[in-house]
C-alpha cells in the first residue's frame, strides 16, 4: 500500500500546502519595496514617488485597506496610481477609503482593463497559451463577450475630487514646492486604449523631470517612451507573475514583456536610446484567482536622485 500510494499522496500534500500557503498567507503579505533611481538633474533634491498599482478591491478586504491607508506614513513627495484598482463592481467607496489619505498628497494615474471591466472566471493555463501564441488581452484576442461594466467614472470623479491627475492618453503636470513634473500617460494597452500619437513628441521643455505612465508595459508603448527620450517609465499590470517558481522567477507576464523583466527596476533600449523601467508586481489579484506564491504583493517606493 505504502509503495504504490506513498509518492502520489505525498505529492498530493504538498500541492494542497502549497495552495493553502500561497492563499491563506501569501496573498495578504503586504510588503514595500524601495528601489532608487538616477533620473534627475544634477544638483536637484532627491524625490519620493509612492507607486501603487493593481489593488483588484473586493468587498472586506480590510487588512489591504488598512495596509493602503498606512502607506500615507511614507509622506511621499508625490503618488503614481498605475491601474486596475477593482475587481468587484461595488469596490469603488472601498478603494477611495483605502486610498484617502493617499490622496492627501499630490498624485497622477491611469486606468487598467479591470477599471473599466470586471473580471471573468478563466483557466489559469490560458496565460500560457497566451505566451505561446503571442496574444495578450485584445491584442490578437476577440473581445470578451457579455463584459461586465465597471462604475470607473465614479473612481475617476474620485481621483479628480482629490487633485490627482488623470493620465488616459494625455499629459499634465504636478508642481511640488517649486519643482515641476511633467507626466506623459496612456489608456491601457492590454484592451488596446493606447493613443500614443495623441501624446508623441518626448519630454516637455521647462520641466524639471518627464515620466512616462502606463497600465500594461507593452512592448510597443515601451518603445516609444525610450524612443522620446523619456528618463523612467512606470506600469503594472504583470503581478511580478503571481505564480512563481522559487529561484527561477516569473512564467509569464500577461502582456509581451519578456519574464525576466516582470517586476522592478529594469532598462529598455531602443536604438542608442533608453529609459528605466519600473514594473510594480502590484498589491491584489483577480478575484477569481486570489492566491500568490513567491511574489507577494507590494507597493514601491522610488527615490529619484540626480544623475551622476
Same mark, same amino acid.
Given at each position: 500500500m505504502?509503495?504504490?500510494?506513498?509518492?502520489p499522496?505525498?505529492i498530493?500534500?504538498?500541492?494542497?500546502?502549497?495552495?493553502?500557503?500561497?492563499?491563506?498567507?501569501?496573498?495578504? %503579505?503586504?510588503?514595500?519595496r524601495?528601489?532608487?533611481?538616477?533620473?534627475l538633474? &544634477?544638483?536637484?533634491?532627491?524625490?519620493r514617488v509612492?507607486?501603487v498599482?493593481?489593488?483588484?478591491?473586493?468587498?472586506?478586504?480590510?487588512?489591504?485597506?488598512?495596509?493602503?491607508? @498606512?502607506?500615507?506614513?511614507?509622506? +511621499?513627495?508625490?503618488v503614481?496610481?498605475?491601474g486596475?484598482?477593482?475587481s468587484?463592481p461595488d469596490?469603488?467607496p472601498?478603494?477611495?477609503?483605502?486610498?484617502? &489619505?493617499?490622496m492627501e498628497?499630490?498624485g497622477?494615474?491611469?486606468f487598467?482593463s479591470?477599471?473599466?471591466y470586471g473580471?471573468?472566471?478563466?483557466?489559469?493555463?490560458?496565460?500560457?497559451?497566451?505566451?505561446?501564441?503571442?496574444?495578450?488581452?485584445?491584442?490578437g484576442?476577440? +473581445?470578451?463577450?457579455?463584459?461586465?461594466?465597471? +462604475?470607473w467614472?465614479?473612481l475617476?470623479?474620485g481621483?479628480?475630487?482629490?487633485?490627482?491627475?488623470?493620465?488616459?492618453?494625455?499629459?499634465?503636470?504636478l508642481k511640488?514646492?517649486?519643482?515641476?513634473?511633467?507626466l506623459t500617460?496612456?489608456?491601457d494597452?492590454?484592451?488596446?486604449?493606447?493613443?500614443?500619437?495623441e501624446?508623441?513628441g518626448? &519630454?516637455?521643455s521647462?520641466?524639471?523631470? @518627464?515620466l512616462?505612465?502606463?497600465?500594461a508595459p507593452?512592448?510597443?508603448?515601451?518603445?516609444a517612451?525610450a524612443?522620446?527620450?523619456? &528618463?523612467?517609465?512606470?506600469?503594472?499590470?504583470?503581478?511580478?507573475?503571481?505564480l512563481c517558481?522559487?529561484?527561477?522567477?516569473?512564467?509569464v507576464?500577461?502582456?509581451?514583456?519578456?519574464?525576466?523583466r516582470?517586476?522592478?527596476? @529594469?532598462?529598455?533600449?531602443?536604438?542608442?536610446?533608453?529609459?528605466?523601467l519600473?514594473?510594480s508586481?502590484?498589491?491584489?489579484?483577480?478575484?477569481?484567482? +486570489?492566491?500568490?506564491f513567491?511574489?507577494?504583493?507590494e507597493?514601491?517606493?522610488?527615490?529619484?536622485t540626480?544623475? %551622476?
Amino acid at each position: 500500500m505504502r509503495a504504490r500510494y506513498g509518492v502520489p499522496l505525498g505529492i498530493t500534500a504538498v500541492g494542497a500546502a502549497g495552495l493553502a500557503y500561497a492563499a491563506g498567507f501569501e496573498v495578504r %503579505s503586504f510588503r514595500l519595496r524601495r528601489v532608487t533611481v538616477p533620473v534627475l538633474p &544634477p544638483g536637484m533634491r532627491p524625490l519620493r514617488v509612492l507607486q501603487v498599482s493593481d489593488i483588484h478591491m473586493v468587498g472586506g478586504q480590510r487588512k489591504k485597506q488598512r495596509w493602503l491607508q @498606512s502607506l500615507a506614513g511614507l509622506r +511621499p513627495d508625490f503618488v503614481v496610481n498605475t491601474g486596475d484598482n477593482l475587481s468587484d463592481p461595488d469596490g469603488v467607496p472601498e478603494v477611495l477609503d483605502a486610498l484617502g &489619505p493617499l490622496m492627501e498628497f499630490p498624485g497622477a494615474y491611469v486606468f487598467g482593463s479591470n477599471d473599466y471591466y470586471g473580471p471573468k472566471l478563466r483557466n489559469p493555463a490560458r496565460y500560457l497559451l497566451e505566451k505561446t501564441n503571442g496574444k495578450h488581452g485584445l491584442n490578437g484576442n476577440a +473581445p470578451v463577450v457579455n463584459a461586465v461594466h465597471n +462604475p470607473w467614472e465614479q473612481l475617476r470623479d474620485g481621483f479628480d475630487a482629490a487633485g490627482w491627475v488623470g493620465l488616459s492618453n494625455t499629459r499634465g503636470r504636478l508642481k511640488l514646492e517649486g519643482i515641476e513634473i511633467a507626466l506623459t500617460g496612456l489608456d491601457d494597452p492590454h484592451i488596446k486604449r493606447d493613443r500614443y500619437t495623441e501624446v508623441a513628441g518626448g &519630454p516637455e521643455s521647462g520641466a524639471d523631470l @518627464s515620466l512616462g505612465i502606463v497600465h500594461a508595459p507593452y512592448l510597443r508603448v515601451l518603445d516609444a517612451f525610450a524612443a522620446d527620450g523619456y &528618463p523612467l517609465v512606470l506600469a503594472g499590470h504583470t503581478h511580478g507573475g503571481q505564480l512563481c517558481i522559487p529561484f527561477y522567477g516569473a512564467l509569464v507576464t500577461n502582456c509581451d514583456l519578456d519574464a525576466k523583466r516582470v517586476k522592478g527596476l @529594469s532598462r529598455h533600449r531602443v536604438g542608442d536610446q533608453s529609459s528605466y523601467l519600473h514594473v510594480s508586481a502590484g498589491c491584489g489579484t483577480n478575484r477569481y484567482t +486570489p492566491v500568490r506564491f513567491a511574489c507577494p504583493p507590494e507597493a514601491t517606493l522610488l527615490t529619484l536622485t540626480a544623475r %551622476s
